[in-house]
């Protein structure tokens, strides 16, 4: 079976470091068959500031509504210049247990979109 591509977003950024804003879904439900969870492979996020002052993001990869040390991921309190966007690419694979978590410094200047592929575990 082939990846599904799949799209995140518009996600608006708030100020609320801690906001829960991508988790692959769990599998659950059918009869006849085992339900599978899936995984999914980021391969571009934007994030873009619609504002005319810079704004800052922060993005963390681990537990629902956490963001520990050390799990950073793109960065913590990173400036997006104004009217500008700021785009990552690779292939980040994440699991049903991992949460894509962060925020702004600024209400709503930023706005996050993803692109990637779903696929079964």
Do not use: C
Request: hydrophobic fraction near 45%; charged fraction near 10%; glycine fraction near 12%.
């Amino acid at each position: 079976m082939a990846d599904k591509p799949f799209r995140l977003g518009p996600v608006a950024l708030t100020t609320t470091l801690t906001t829960n804003i991508f988790n692959p879904p769990a599998g659950s439900g059918g009869v006849g068959v085992t339900a599978t969870n899936q995984y999914a492979i980021l391969r571009h996020i934007r994030i873009s500031n619609k504002t005319g002052s810079a704004a800052t993001f922060s993005l963390w990869i681990g537990a629902t509504g956490a963001n520990a040390a050390g799990t950073e991921f793109m960065g913590t309190a990173v400036s997006v210049a104004a009217n500008s966007y700021l785009d990552w690419y690779g292939k980040l694979r994440m699991d049903v247990a991992d949460f894509l978590v962060g925020g702004a410094g600024t209400a709503t200047a930023l706005t996050l979109e993803a692109e990637g592929e779903l696929a079964v575990a």
